[in-house]
């Protein structure tokens, strides 16, 4: 009991808390009500709650019984529309004075309780929240219509994190304080948990996404942003004419990038399948077929390293455009972010993100929701939310996204820094020594196997990716590492490709298309032996796009851009799993099975 009054409840005796569990099943069938709860056995799916957690439950399950009793009303109601909305409330009485009261009015607004204190028997304050705004209630005795032994019976059952509709008028308090002044108020669905503070492990922010909006509701302001990017980059390519199209997820072949797939089995066909890694295959056929703006916004899925910028599954924008090429697709990136940014950010400058910001965790992914409780706050102000984006420290970088952007040759920065000692042929098995006697001097790890790509993509990311804080185009990248690209007119070791940078991480794509079916042919087979020497994420021969490159791609440009990154960006977190509501989570997704093996045993 002394625990019960530590979270703020009213207390019960042991004899009331039994009750709960034995009073007999309710004849009112259609309803589903805490009446119908049979007594749950040592095994249920309530013996992992701690014993606060339990105390917490017991006690709710107790006083929503009385409730129910005294009320003849159900626990979970269903069907109640509000007049207004919080928002619409706060802005359409802003400007009552101070005292001033429209008892006139009655108007019904709904949202979950986030704050509750108890100034005297006769008057109760709460806060709740919808739509991430916040509105004080003040509950008095004088103006409830139900009488005072309704008014005592609700407020003392009402917890933090119930949700509730509350019939009242709106009025200022002396202070200034906007309030909704309730003659009734109706508890629609009952919190079951204590809620936290916040949450003390970071996991529990991923793995209990719901917790984590109602306990951080800046974690919202994420999601809002990545909101505004998708419907940006959506808006930018509809208004230039691109039509918006979904290809499969699933397909027997795999291709499109160097990654590798996730695996599964069809058993009505009896066949293998890939998630896939790219749509690129795919929509490069719509282009073959007629439809010359083509793109699509989409999931991929790779086999791949879980770090704070990569997730297994992920958000891409792939757009191609007959009739374009690289360089086009450079002038039009450069279009694009702007907008972007700018009606985002609100201008050009935003800070880059550090992992100093939000250190990261040894034991990210170590579980244990009973810890996180750590009791109700004493005091509540609803304006020290904050509802923005996380504030740039004083000496944040600040990335710049003023056109022109930064521009580095591929090759031609290697041959810079490297002089003669880069070999002339980049593409060949015979240039790899020569390439790993630079990777051992500057002591730049290369995992095994040894191929062109693999130790090219090293080097790049020791040598030139660090010049890329600010957007850069790196350009011109030898063949090797653009197995789709084309090569470029003037030199035909190095492909019409580019990547834009920002703060050292790829996040656009994009190269003139190779459209030549015999190079195709041939750019898979050097794919294939990188495969044979044990690169998994080497691409594999597709003849059937090599088929309809044969009915003939026009000239094409190609073009795909990281959502997850650019979110991550402009809602300045270094963490990808910030931007995704709901990112894998390899801890949580053992102990959910465990769980729900327990609860059908």
Aim: negative net charge.
């Amino acid at each position: 009991l002394l625990r019960a009054r530590s979270f703020g409840l009213a207390c019960f005796s042991a004899k009331a808390v039994r009750t709960c569990y034995t009073t007999p099943i309710s004849s009112n069938l259609h309803i589903r009500t805490l009446a119908t709860l049979p007594t749950p056995p040592a095994d249920s799916y309530l013996s992992h709650l701690s014993h606060d957690n339990r105390l917490f439950y017991d006690t709710r399950v107790a006083a929503l019984r009385e409730l129910e009793t005294k009320t003849k009303t159900p626990t979970y109601l269903s069907g109640f529309t509000p007049s207004t909305s919080i928002p619409q409330f706060k802005t359409g009485y802003a400007d009552l004075q101070n005292g001033q009261k429209r008892t006139e009015l009655d108007i019904t607004l709904c949202g979950r309780i986030i704050f509750k204190r108890e100034a005297s028997k006769k008057l109760v304050f709460y806060t709740i929240r919808a739509d991430n705004v916040e509105v004080q209630v003040m509950a008095t005795q004088q103006q409830y219509t139900s009488g005072p032994d309704a008014f005592a019976l609700i407020n003392s059952t009402l917890r933090k994190g119930d949700i509730v509709a509350l019939r009242g008028f709106p009025g200022k308090t002396n202070i200034g304080e906007l309030s909704i002044i309730p003659r009734d108020i109706t508890l629609l669905t009952p919190c079951m948990r204590p809620i936290p503070l916040r949450l003390r492990r970071k996991s529990s922010r991923y793995t209990r996404r719901y917790l984590d909006l109602i306990v951080n509701p800046s974690a919202r302001r994420a999601f809002e942003i990545r909101s505004q990017v998708i419907n940006h980059v959506r808006r930018y390519l509809v208004e230039r004419g691109f039509l918006e199209v979904e290809t499969p997820t699933l397909s027997s072949n795999v291709g499109g990038a160097n990654a590798k797939p996730f695996t599964t089995h069809a058993h009505a066909m009896n066949m293998d399948l890939f998630l896939r890694i790219s749509p690129e295959l795919y929509l490069k056929q719509l282009v073959i077929g007629g439809i010359d703006r083509v793109f699509e916004l989409g999931k991929q899925f790779r086999n791949e390293g879980v770090d704070l910028t990569h997730n297994p599954e992920f958000t891409t924008c792939e757009f191609y455009m007959a009739y374009a090429d690289y360089k086009s697709l450079m002038d039009m990136t450069e279009h694009m972010l702007v907008e972007i940014v700018k009606g985002v950010a609100g201008g050009l400058r935003v800070p880059l993100p550090t992992s100093a910001q939000h250190p990261t965790h040894e034991h990210e992914d170590d579980e244990d929701i009973d810890e996180e409780y750590e009791g109700e706050e004493e005091h509540h102000d609803p304006h020290t939310h904050n509802h923005t984006q996380t504030p740039a420290s004083p000496d944040a970088v600040m990335i710049d996204f003023t056109p022109p952007f930064q521009r580095i040759s591929f090759v031609g920065k290697l041959r810079e820094v490297l002089g003669t000692r880069l070999p002339s042929d980049l593409s060949s098995y015979s240039s790899v020594p020569a390439l790993m006697e630079i990777c051992d001097e500057y002591k730049i790890l290369v995992p095994e196997p040894h191929t062109p790509a693999r130790v090219l993509d090293k080097l790049c990311g020791h040598f030139i990716e660090p010049l890329c804080t600010q957007p850069t185009f790196i350009y011109d990248y030898p063949i090797a590492l653009s197995p789709l690209a084309r090569r470029r007119r003037d030199d035909p070791s190095v492909t019409e490709r580019f990547e834009l940078f920002v703060g050292g991480k790829e996040m656009v794509n994009a190269y003139s298309e190779l459209n030549d079916p015999q190079d195709q042919r041939g750019r898979f087979v050097s794919q294939h032996q990188d495969r044979g020497r044990g690169d998994e994420e080497a691409q594999v021969l597709d003849e059937g796009f090599c088929e309809a490159l044969e009915y003939g791609l026009p000239p094409t440009g190609g073009w795909g851009l990281g959502v997850d990154r650019l979110c991550m960006l402009l809602a300045n977190t270094p963490s990808i799993r910030d931007v995704l509501l709901f990112p894998t989570m390899k801890e949580h997704q053992q102990k959910l099975t465990s769980t729900q093996t327990q609860t059908q045993q």
